[in-house]
């Protein structure tokens, strides 16, 4: 995207918090996942698991992701579920499982914090933490991932403003870590179609009011797979630097977020659209 783009005058209504503002970074920030960055021409996807289940299935998914050309793998050992019966991850275990695959694979992970009590340990083991959308109004775990070594994937809350999204990232930013990317996930609304009705109208504005890189979540921000590949499509078309597909090895068995879970040959088919889409709008997709 031309970057005059981002000086065009606009009137949100709000003032964009200091440290996440464009102005205070006009060329964007850069974030670096281990070596793979984010915020430049390329746009670069994140896919995985939605939770980390057992070694096969992290391995066997992990490979077919590589095949078809992500460059970072995503997955869950501490599941934010709504209900306390579903199930929540193998903690420590999980993270174990990722950092090995990571390992033989080299996709860096990116996995979720629940808890301040946790940010030390996932940090050990991840390449880039996650703040979920459930935790994009926990105050305390933002000023934790401020503090940390490590880049910071920040999902927008389901029912948060864009003005909240921004002061959730300037909560990370004031305590000096600024490698941070933002994600719109998809937000709460009366329909009830989809599982969440993703606002792709943040990501233009969400460019052009700060510096982070924006990446989409077409997965949650839809819940039913095949409306993934067309909605990330169009995420790349409204100038998002990079996606977060959840794909399964086997989607039918997965234990949680099956039924958005894309099979590997759907995921290799929708890059190979992705690549061939990109450079019509000026990006190109970020291969290995
Ligand atoms: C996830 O990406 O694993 C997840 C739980 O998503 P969200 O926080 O957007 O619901
Ligand atoms: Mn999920």
């Avoid at 199930?87 to 080299?106: V, Y």
């Avoid at 599982?195 to 921000?221: E, M, Y």
């Avoid at 078309?237 to 977060?244: E, H, Q, R, T, V």
């Amino acid at each position: 995207m031309e970057l005059e783009t981002y000086n065009i005058p606009v009137n949100i209504g709000f003032s964009v918090p200091v440290r996440t503002n464009r102005d205070s970074s006009p060329d964007g920030t850069i974030v670096n996942v281990n070596g793979v960055k984010i915020g430049g021409n390329e746009v670069v996807i994140i896919a995985g698991p939605c939770a980390i289940e057992n070694n096969e299935q992290v391995y066997e998914t992990a490979k077919a992701v590589k095949q078809g050309g992500a460059r970072i793998m995503r997955g869950g050992a501490f599941k934010p579920r709504t209900s306390p019966y579903s199930f929540q991850g193998l903690g420590e275990e999980g993270l174990k499982i990722m950092r090995r695959i990571s390992n033989e694979t080299g996709l860096p992970i990116v996995t979720e914090v629940l808890d301040t009590r946790h940010m030390e340990m996932v940090a050990d083991y991840a390449d880039m933490i996650q703040i979920g959308s459930r935790n994009m109004h926990n105050y305390p775990l933002l000023k934790e991932a401020g503090l940390v070594n490590k880049p910071i994937l920040l999902k927008r809350g389901m029912m948060a403003t864009i003005e909240e999204f921004l002061l959730a990232a300037e909560y990370i930013l004031n305590q000096g870590n600024t490698q941070v990317v933002l994600c719109e996930r998809g937000i709460r609304t009366f329909e009830t179609t989809t599982r969440n009705t993703l606002d792709l109208n943040a990501v233009p504005i969400l460019k052009k009011l700060t510096h982070l890189p924006v990446i989409v979540d077409p997965s949650h921000g839809t819940g039913i797979r095949w409306i993934v590949p067309p909605m990330a499509k169009a995420a790349i078309a409204s100038g998002a630097d990079g996606l977060i597909i959840e794909v399964h090895y086997k989607p039918d068995t997965a234990l949680s977020d099956g039924k958005q879970s894309l099979y590997p040959d759907e995921f290799q088919q929708l890059m190979s659209e992705l690549k061939k889409m990109a450079p019509a709008i000026g990006r190109k997709l970020s291969l290995p």
